[in-house]
């Protein structure tokens, strides 16, 4: 079984990968475009999957996991681009999430 990789390893991977180019990354604002293409890519998808609009015929077969790929290699891009390690940036979300919002959903063990 092939080991998983770390957050630090992904953002690794795509800085290998962007940096064999002599463009580099794009800016901040093409980057946000792309993740809104690439959101909007995913909410068809589920749209087709979950919602009532289904694909027609003549459109090419995509999956939901692969959307969700383009959007985290983008997110990753962009948070590279910027110098933002996203394994503290989920960190201080999920620490938000335990403290503040502690209390706002119903926990499983409480009736």
Known sequence: MAQQKTMKH????VDDYISQFKEGYFTPLEMIARLTEELGELAREVNHVYGPKKKKSSETEASISEEMGDLLFVL???????NVDLTDSLEQVLEKFNTRDKNRWTRKDEN
């Open 10 to 13: 992904l953002q690794q991977d």
């Open 76 to 82: 990753i891009t962009m948070a590279n681009s910027l």
